[in-house]
């Protein structure tokens, strides 16, 4: 709605937003279809947003960050959603820098977080493996103890930043058998790093230009200071702790993009022409633009809560999990009619709404697929 005003702005966060917005335009959008032919954003786009003080945005100064909250990051996530810029993977840069804040040694947040936070380091989260995605139980990924280092041997599948990664927290097993009680997370930086391989930057569906890739790990030696938090055994609960942060990632990504679709196709809608006058003039485009302004309404309206939650540190995992599934779906839905409003075009990959929709999908799957969320709702009713 035009109107409408998230509640948790104000003057410095829409200083701080035209700002974001001149520098997407500038560095990003000009450069988006040469990013989707060779998968990956490139490093010199991180720096470039790390020198403008567009990374690590809710990380205090202490540790090298910008020292705002997280409203600054949704900021950042919603002007790349609703231009389609699926490809800079902020989200989960983020995440790994709040692994290191919620859960790291003072020494390993000064260590890394700075670099993080300059672009220097491109995080990445090396969880899912060929056999094991929602259910972390099923993990492979062996670290054992050797002297003054952990040895690494295992494999990564659908690695988010995986091909540009410089710091990959890998989740992995210190003690098979023990269940959740074995995992534990390592802090790999991968320069140099001998037995460690990026292998193809995997070809899917939608985020083209996203370098989701695979990692291989042989016989890696890992310094035991780089073990997140110092202690074994902890891995599980580390992640778990994470989870409502990363699924609001997902759900206010998830609303600026049916913000960015509907915005679009109310703009095509006014300039095509069918039979004689503009398309938007037909009964039919206006009760489904009026379906779609309100589900998206409805949506930001929730995330709206979600955010202001976050930041006052009381959003509970069913809340997020609830977001994350509803929105996305949602998010789906609006984009879908969003594609059939534009006809022929709408298929067509040159079209925003053609690639939102591509990209839009993976949305109900990663971060812990709708079902998943669905089951834990339900576990609390």
């Known amino acids: 709605m035009k109107d409408y005003v998230s509640p948790w702005m104000d003057e410095d966060l829409s200083i701080f937003r035209d700002a974001v917005a001149r520098f997407l335009e500038a560095e990003m959008v000009p450069n988006e279809a040469q990013w989707r032919k060779q998968q990956n954003v490139g490093k010199e786009i991180w720096r470039k947003a790390g020198a403008m003080g567009l990374l690590c945005t809710d990380i205090s100064t202490e540790y090298g960050g910008v020292g705002g909250d997280f409203r600054h990051e949704v900021v950042l996530y919603e002007e790349l959603a609703r231009r389609g810029l699926s490809g800079f993977g902020q989200g989960v840069h983020s ?126 030696r890992v310094p035991t200071a780089n073990l997140l938090g110092g202690a074994e055994g902890q891995g599980f609960y580390q992640l778990m702790g994470d989870l409502p942060y990363e699924r609001a990632i997902i759900a206010v990504a998830a609303v600026g993009a049916m913000e960015g679709a509907v915005a679009e196709t109310i703009k095509y809608v006014k300039e095509r022409k069918a039979f004689g006058k503009s398309i938007a003039e037909f009964q039919n485009t206006k009760f489904k633009l009026a379906e779609a302004a309100t589900k998206t309404q409805v949506a930001r309206v929730f995330v709206d809560t979600c955010i202001s939650r976050i930041v006052a540190g009381t959003l509970d995992t069913v809340t997020a999990s609830m977001a994350k599934y509803w929105v996305t779906d949602a998010q789906q839905e609006v984009i879908d009619e969003c594609v059939q409003l534009h006809g022929g075009y709408g298929y067509m990959n040159e079209y925003l709404v053609c690639r939102m929709f591509a990209d839009a999908r993976v949305q109900r799957i990663y971060g812990g697929t709708n079902e998943i969320m669905k089951e834990l709702i339900s576990r609390a009713l």
């Open 95 to 220: 995440i790994c820098a709040h692994y290191l804040v919620n859960h790291g040694t003072e020494e390993q947040k000064h260590r890394f977080l700075p670099r993080m936070a300059r672009g220097e380091l491109i995080g990445a989260i090396g969880m899912t493996e060929p056999g094991a995605g929602s259910d972390l139980q099923g993990l492979r990924t062996r670290a054992i103890r050797e002297g003054g280092d952990y040895l690494i041997n295992g494999s990564k599948i659908f690695i988010t930043n995986g091909y540009l990664a410089d710091l990959i927290a890998v989740v992995v097993k210190t003690e098979p058998g023990a269940g959740a009680k074995g995992t534990s997370i390592l802090m790999v930086e991968t320069a140099n790093l001998q037995g460690f391989r990026v292998g193809r930057i995997l070809d899917k569906m939608g985020m083209k230009s996203q370098d989701t890739a695979e990692l291989f790990f042989e016989d890696v």
